[in-house]
Every structure is written in C-alpha cells, then in structure tokens.
C-alpha cells in the first residue's frame, strides 16, 4: 500500500510500505480521509521524542472495514487503544490508562496511509449521509469536547453563562470553540495571529476571531481555553482569566514556562490539563457531528495523500487559512 512515511526533521516520502495485517481482535479498514494534526507538525519538526523516526503519522482518520462480517461498514476512528481492564479504563476515564496507545505513536503505525487496522470497539459508525471529510474531525474536536465538558464540572456558573477565550484558531481551538457552542455557550472569543485564518473563521465558520492585541487590555474570561500550549499562550491565559475562573489547556507545544502561578492561586483560578479524550466523549462527538449541532463541518481544505509532504511545508509556512488539511489516500 502507499502510505506517508516521516523520514526525519521536515522530511516525508510518499512511498510503498507492507499491509497491515488484521490480527485476532482487529479490523482493517480502507481509510478514506485523514486530518494533520499539530502533534503530526510537532513530529514534522522534530520536536516529539515519542515519534521518532521512520514512522507512519496520522490518527484523524475514517474509512470503509474490509475485512470481516462487518465489510462495507462506514467507520470513523478512535486511534486511541487502552486496555480496558486498569482502574482508568474501568471508571470512563480510558484516556488516562497507564498502557494507553495511539495510532501515529510506536508501536502503533498512523492513518497517513491507504489501511489501518485497528480494534472493534474504537470504531463509530458513520450514517450513509455524512462524508468521510466531516467524519475524520470526530477526533479532533473530540479533544475540545472533551476540555469543554472538564470545564462545565469545574465552573461554579453555569457553562452557558460564561465569557469565554480561546487561545488559538486551530482545529482544537475550532473545535473547542463549536462544542462549547453546542452545549449553550453564547459569548467565544478566539484568538488567532494569523490574519488569513481569522478571516476565515469568521466568515467561514462564523466565530469571533480577533488578534490578542485587538482585546481590551482589561477584558477576562471566565473560562480560557489554552488550544495552543505555548509559554506564551499560557501567559496570556494567567493573565485574561478572571478570578474565580478556570483555565482549561489542552495545546502540547511547550512543556514549560508561562504560567503565573502567583496569580493563579491568589485569584484563585482552577487550572485544568487534559489529554484527548474519554469512550464517551468520542461518541457523543461523533454524534454531536452526525446530527447537525457543530454546523456544516464544511471548512477543511482536501488534498491528496501523496501531497501530503506539500501540505505540511505549507501548514510550516503559514499559507493555508483553513483550521485543518484532510488528506486521502485514495485520491490522486
């Protein structure tokens, strides 16, 4: 099969790699559409340890099984595979188990490819009306859906009556932004440096989208959400939290720096982390985009797979306006 293999720093090969192979307890599945993420950026780069290369990136993805009595089935993925027998797996919270995996990440290769194989449970069904595009984003907003719902517990208003700030205009920024409107968020405000995209968010997609610098100097939040996870953008969430608020950070840009604990604690203000996302949350994405309530999904720029190579070196360069590339592999 084709595929796209990272081969080192700002290096990718569309070439012919081995089939995976389904074994006992998987599927093979056709995949149809694939997102770049920004951790695939993060690897691009050579900024992520945990993907070293050659590897196979990718974990946004849908398709058609085709192997199985299940053959023909429409699917998006969950690439995130857990154990399901630890005390996390067990109470919900499968994001946190201690042996969790995730396509893109060794052992497991990514969806940047023409077959994935992958375990029954982590498959959703997708309605014959619904495309593959839209269906790939299940995991990408899945990550805002998540954050959103860790907020609603953590908020002391109610989520529907809370100012909120979203730091970064990406596809998790894009996605926290339309959960949080799903779940009857009224007042979002995204922040994006990037003059194309915040055109096109707020044309396109229809949110408020300005540069840091546009906001009142004054202005907080009851809730930021930190989508970018940069010493920088932690700074500027410490400071436009209100007090009493919460941040919720979900961006894996920097380990370190930012954060102004002082103002954290004397303000009291709740800092929460969050690593994708529960079973749960997933499907109630999946679903969330099935019927309608995250809007048309219709914002994605598609590209073929085999240039997929181009597609990064234009992420990297800042020219594409759109949140998120959909890549298919069977597309030439």
């Avoid at 995949?31 to 690897?43: K, L, N, Q, R, T």
């Avoid at 070293?52 to 990136?57: F, G, K, T």
């Avoid at 993805?61 to 023909?72: E, K, L, P, Q, R």
């Avoid at 995204?190 to 300005?210: D, Q, S």
Wanted: charged letters at 25%.
């Amino acid at each position: 099969m084709k595929a796209l293999v990272y081969t080192g720093p700002k290096s990718l090969e569309f070439r012919d790699v081995p089939e995976p192979v389904a074994e006992a307890g998987t599927t093979l599945i056709r995949i149809e559409s694939v997102g770049i993420c920004g951790s695939d950026m993060h690897a691009y780069l050579g900024h992520d340890e945990r993907r070293p290369a050659p590897l196979i990136l990718g974990h946004e993805a849908a398709g058609t099984v085709v192997s199985g009595a299940d053959a023909g089935r429409r699917v998006t993925i969950n690439p995130l595979v857990t154990c399901m027998e630890c005390s996390a797996c067990r109470s919900g919270r499968e994001n946190l188990c201690a042996r969790r995996q995730i396509i893109s990440m060794p052992p497991r290769e990514g969806a940047f490819a023409q077959f994935v194989a992958m375990p029954e449970r982590n498959l959703v069904t997708v309605p014959d009306g619904i495309s593959f595009d839209k269906a790939a984003l299940a995991e990408p907003i899945a990550c805002g859906w998540h954050a959103a719902k860790m907020a609603e517990r953590a908020l002391v208003p109610a989520l529907d009556d809370v100012a909120t700030l979203v730091i970064g205009g990406g596809a998790i920024g894009v996605g926290a932004a339309l959960s949080l409107k799903a779940l009857g968020v009224r007042d979002i405000t995204i922040v994006e440096p990037n003059a194309l995209r915040r055109r096109f968010l707020t044309e396109k997609i229809g949110l408020n989208a300005c540069d840091r610098d546009r906001l009142a100097s004054e202005r907080t939040f009851g809730l930021v959400i930190d989508a970018v996870g940069m010493s920088g953008s932690r700074a500027d969430a410490s400071e436009r939290a209100a007090p009493g608020g919460v941040i919720v950070h979900i961006g894996l840009g920097e380990a370190a720096g930012g954060l102004n604990i002082r103002r954290v604690t004397l303000q009291e203000i709740t800092f929460i982390g969050t690593y994708t996302y529960t079973m749960a949350d997933f499907h109630e994405t999946a679903e969330a985009i099935f019927d309608g309530r995250l809007g048309p999904l219709d914002w994605a720029e598609i590209r073929p797979l085999g240039e997929g190579a181009k597609a990064f070196s234009d992420l990297l360069s800042g020219a594409v306006n759109s949140p998120k590339i959909i890549l298919r592999p069977h597309q030439d």
